[in-house]
């Protein structure tokens, strides 16, 4: 079975300081990787999505790929209490067969203490 | 505005009993999927479609069915088979893989 692994966390970090969340795939063939955030009884919303290998800048977030390595992490400048959520990794698999199907990891908690 | 819409927001059903959770878009997408999503844990897809009247199972399709009559619905009926149906169920729906996801049904076992 083609998985997404995340730490559930929580990760605790305090305000002002670098969040790093992190995200493992066993499927070789993904392509493409998103990160979406989930605030407490709200559905996900996305952040950012890579498939380069390296870093992707988009404001106080850094997005990170090593294909090589099958490892996915995004990072939190400046982290916020506002940012405090759980962070849910995802992976679509290469190939037509594939279509736009996502597969989820458990997602990581993240609470930023001011 | 477009979007995907999700009725109702909490439901509460009985033992035996069927219901139906509506999904509804009106982002012109061909795909469209039902996550349930337990307390503190990840999203575990249920059922997607591809296509208008043609849908799959996911990874724990039992207990509830779906169908995809209309490009812009996608009901979810959560059977009487399904034993622990307690859950946050979301609808999405995507276009090159990126998701768009309604606000969720909270269904809750009397």
């Known amino acids: 079975q083609k998985e997404v692994e995340q730490n559930s966390g929580p990760l605790s970090v305090p305000e002002g300081a670098i969040a790093s969340l992190n995200c493992t795939y066993s499927?070789?063939?993904?392509?493409?990787f998103f990160w979406y955030r989930q605030y407490s009884g709200k559905s996900p919303e996305l952040i950012m999505f890579?498939?380069?290998?390296g870093d992707k800048e988009d404001g106080r977030f850094t997005a990170q790929l090593n294909k090589a390595s099958q490892y996915v992490s995004l990072l939190i400048r400046d982290s916020q209490p506002s940012d405090s959520a759980t962070y849910l990794c995802?992976?679509?698999?290469?190939?037509?067969?594939?279509?736009?199907?996502?597969?989820f990891g458990g997602g990581t908690r993240l609470m930023v203490k001011p | 505005d477009g979007g995907i819409t999700q009725s109702p927001k909490y439901l509460f059903r009985k033992e035996g009993q069927n219901v139906t959770l509506s999904c509804e878009q009106n982002?012109?997408?061909?795909?469209m999927y039902w996550y349930r999503q337990d307390p503190g844990q990840g999203l575990r897809l249920i059922y997607y479609?591809?296509?208008?009247?043609?849908?799959q199972k996911g990874d724990i399709a039992e207990g509830y069915s779906v169908s995809r009559e209309k490009k812009e619905s996608f009901p979810l009926t959560v059977t009487s088979a399904q034993k622990n149906p307690t859950a946050f169920y979301l609808c999405?729906?995507?276009?090159?893989?990126?998701?768009?996801f309604g606000s969720g049904t909270r269904l809750t076992v009397v």
């Open positions: 982002l012109n997408h061909d795909a």
């Open positions: 499927d070789r063939g993904s392509q493409s």
């Open positions: 995802a992976g679509r698999a290469g190939g037509n067969n594939a279509g736009n199907m996502l597969t």
């Open positions: 999405a729906s995507s276009i090159y893989a990126s998701y768009t």
């Open positions: 890579i498939y380069s290998n």
């Open positions: 479609s591809q296509i208008v009247n043609d849908f």
